[in-house]
């Protein structure tokens, strides 16, 4: 038996996995946390795993507190960066025990978009990427298109290619969206979305493009239980949940 904590568990993604690990036999939930609960709550409660789904500003605290607390994370809040993420690996060096999964998105269709654009983009001379997502979201672009974003730009960079054509040398309100490493990115924000993302590839005379779409928050959860299942067997900083599964 798992026994896992759940932090942001009154959140949308934190309720749902409250829900799932409730409902699996090998899991065992023992601590629900939320804001203003202390990470010593999931020590006191005997947790193997920490899930965190909570905001931007908490999760680098939250990921370090549970280091201390010799306690496995599986991440799924958005909005790390790099300096972030390389002082969680450093710290963990203190703890080669134990292992940290921080995973953009763990919807499977999104960890195989991420995957497929990546193999797609050496062979197209321009590549976007669209996030579309619920407005409550609070961090533009997504997480999950950061990732896709950086994906293309390395095998791009890999490959030798150009800079994706484009002719705009006037865009006074930023209509052509956010840089990331060359790639543009463009957050649509809409009541009625979950969490959507296309990836677009052209080259003279066609098109391809990779869609993924969470119509529910259930879509999460398979690769979600994945990562507390595993991050046990994979000490050490692991980034994108791709990386425990045989792609
Ligand atoms: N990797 C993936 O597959 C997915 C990732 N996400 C990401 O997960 C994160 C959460 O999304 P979502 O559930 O929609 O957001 P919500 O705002 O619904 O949930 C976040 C919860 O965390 C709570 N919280 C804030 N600070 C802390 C803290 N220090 N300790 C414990 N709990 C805290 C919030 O409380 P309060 O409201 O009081 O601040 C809230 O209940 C986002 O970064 C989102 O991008 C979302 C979906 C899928
Ligand atoms: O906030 C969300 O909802 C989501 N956040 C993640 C992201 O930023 O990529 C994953 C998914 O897109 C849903």
Known sequence: MINVAVLGAAGRMGSHVVQAVEAADDLALVAALDTDDEIAAATHAKAHV???FTVPDATEANVHALIDAGIHAVVGTTGWTEDALARVDEHLR??????VLIAPNFAIGAVLAMRFAAAAAPYFESAEVVELHHPDK???????ALHTARGIAAARASAGL???PDATTHDPDGARGANVDGVHVHAVRLRGLVAHEEVLFGNAGEAFTIRTDSFDRVSFMPGVLLGV????????LTLGLDRYMSL
């Open 50 to 52: 920490a899930v965190d």
């Open 94 to 99: 203190e703890r080669p025990d134990l292992g």
């Open 138 to 144: 609070v961090d533009a672009p997504s997480g999950t």
């Open 162 to 164: 150009a800079p994706s």
């Open 229 to 236: 299942r595993e991050v046990g067997n994979h000490p050490g």
